[in-house]
């Protein structure tokens, strides 16, 4: 039996996914074996207690699951939000509770990031860790120097935790950013320009030199459309 157009469109753009993600697995499983040889292969405040709020971990077979972070504690405004900065934790493990903490101790209020992505120390391989930030549609405090000004108002904070320039980040990790930046993408109509490395706008190597950016930015086209 002769398959239908519709049919043929849904498995070429099965076969598309596949191949992206099989791409983006590559480039960091390539990143992790080279780190792996050069370090010899070691492996406004709100609650706080209304603030640690996690998702469940996103299934890598559905990207559509990213849809449970939409389900926020104030009304989600998409004008307010026009581009989205990914940053690195820069150390090897941490939790959100961890994290806010440290920011407290900095003097912010509380958690700077609206996301956060485990890497399996501390927090689960790939959980989305939502901040109070993001439940509660505040600005962030996560871009560092002149730009944060205008960028921490305007722009979503994801955070893989993990040290980008000493080690790649995990398969788990890049599944969900990706597909949590596509989600946010198609919801807010945020352009796959507007999503920019810490680097990018301000001086610091977040989220590292093993960020593979080309890989990532591939699967977000193939995601995103």
């Given at each position: ?197 810490h680097r990018d706008v301000a001086e610091t190597t977040s989220p590292g030199r093993t960020f593979p950016e080309a890989a990532f930015r591939q ?7």
């Amino acid at each position: 039996m002769m398959s239908s157009p519709r049919s043929r469109q849904s498995s070429s753009m099965s076969l598309r996914t596949r191949v992206v993600w099989v791409t983006l697995a590559v480039a960091f499983t390539s990143v992790a074996g080279l780190m792996s040889l050069v370090s010899g292969g070691s492996n406004g405040g709100s609650d706080p207690g209304r603030a640690l709020a996690s998702v469940p971990l996103l299934r890598a077979a559905a990207p559509q699951s990213v849809e449970a972070v939409f389900q926020t504690r104030a009304e989600i405004d998409p004008s307010l939000w026009r581009s989205i900065v990914i940053h690195h934790t820069g150390t090897p493990a941490e939790t959100a509770a961890s994290l806010d903490e440290r920011h407290r101790t900095q003097g912010l209020a509380g958690l700077g990031y609206h996301f956060v992505i485990g890497n399996g120390h501390r927090m689960g391989d790939g959980e989305v860790h939502v901040g109070y930030r993001w439940l509660d549609q505040l600005h962030g405090a996560h871009v560092a120097g002149p730009a944060g000004r205008e960028l921490n108002y305007e722009s979503i904070g994801i955070c893989l935790v993990g040290d980008g320039d000493r080690r790649a980040f995990t398969r788990a990790q890049t599944r969900r950013l990706a597909e949590l930046v596509a989600g946010l993408c198609r919801r807010l109509d945020i352009p796959a320009s507007s999503v920019v490395l810490h680097r990018d706008v301000a001086e610091t190597t977040s989220p590292g030199r093993t960020f593979p950016e080309a890989a990532f930015r591939q699967a977000l086209e193939e995601l995103a459309g």
